[in-house]
């Protein structure tokens, strides 16, 4: 990008709503704007019951997917529109169609459903060769997204709309909201293995000092694996989209590779040789990251 993105909040679509049909989607724009949707009750009947995050379900003759439940946010929609209205041909995710909230206060999310094979079911049927272009368009993809610009009068780490970061990690620990800067984020996370400990038995923090308090505020995926990224059935593939983008937001920029290998085998050679291809690591933070989450118990 010859001009830095910038994303401001006034930009996103209303949170406030809880029905929004965008109307000047592809859905909309072929069926018409009297299409009615499949309503959250409609979906739950096609989802299978009992668990804690159902699947999303597909509505596979309109080309639509519904992601919905406890864990689904609107946000995730606004950071899927945003993103296609500010880096549509650089960074593919799915065309999100509308959303609805229902009388739980579950959200569904109605997007494009995206053909192709995920990158982890084509890996293992790849060269070095084609697995280096791979890892070549996915570091455009998100270099590009670390180069958008927050409002750098109301600068914060959390959700693209300026509610608590979403990050699964912390789905019991959320903060209150945002945070407004890169130091008093590090010095909360740094805070959260011993946030049960009374104050005597509090001790000096051994890898705070591993969190660069420099670095700068970042639009980050936060969930980049091999799951996560559809491919097309070329060869070598092309990346059609990156999905699930529930936990993204802005988050200090070393977060996108502590991420990124915490989703994958220590010793394994897609962490240690392919995930240096598109993020660059970060050592002393991932470090400190394993470290924390792992006394949280979430490692």
């Not at 505020?217 to 980049?224: E, K, Q, R, V």
Request: proline share 8%; with cysteine; net charge negative.
């Amino acid at each position: 990008m010859s001009q830095k993105a910038k994303i401001s909040l006034s930009q996103l679509p209303d949170a406030s709503q809880s029905k929004m049909n965008f109307l000047d989607s592809s859905l909309f724009r072929k069926h018409g704007s009297q299409l009615n949707l499949p309503t959250p009750e409609e979906v739950r009947v096609l989802s299978p019951v009992g668990l804690a995050q159902p699947p999303p379900v597909k509505f596979e003759q309109l080309g639509l997917v519904v992601k919905f439940g406890p864990r689904v946010t609107i946000a995730e929609a606004q950071c899927l529109w945003i993103i296609r209205h500010t880096l549509r041909d650089i960074v593919p995710v799915p065309e999100v169609y509308g959303w609805r909230v229902d009388g739980r206060g579950e959200v569904f999310i109605y997007m494009e459903l995206i053909p192709g094979e995920t990158l982890k079911d084509r890996w293992a049927s790849l060269n070095d060769s084609e697995k280096t272009v791979v890892c070549a368009r996915l570091r455009k993809m998100v270099d590009s997204l670390r180069e958008v610009r927050q409002d750098t009068t109301d600068p914060f780490i959390g959700s693209i709309n300026r509610g608590a970061p979403l990050d699964i990690i912390f789905e019991s620990k959320l903060p209150d909201g945002a945070l407004p800067s890169v130091t008093i984020f590090n010095d909360w996370f740094s805070s959260l293995p011993q946030r049960w400990l009374p104050e005597s038995q509090k001790y000096e923090d051994p890898y705070r000092f591993l969190l660069s308090d420099t670095g700068e505020i970042t639009l980050t995926h936060a969930d980049l694996h091999r799951g996560n990224i559809i491919v097309s059935s070329t060869n070598p593939p092309e990346v059609v989209a990156i999905v699930d983008w529930g936990q993204a937001g802005w988050y200090p920029d070393y977060w996108e590779y502590c991420k990124a290998t915490y989703t994958s085998y220590h010793s394994g050679n897609w962490r240690n040789r392919w995930i240096p291809e598109f993020s660059d690591p970060r050592t002393d933070e991932q470090e400190a990251f394993a470290e924390y989450v792992m006394a949280m118990g979430e490692g």
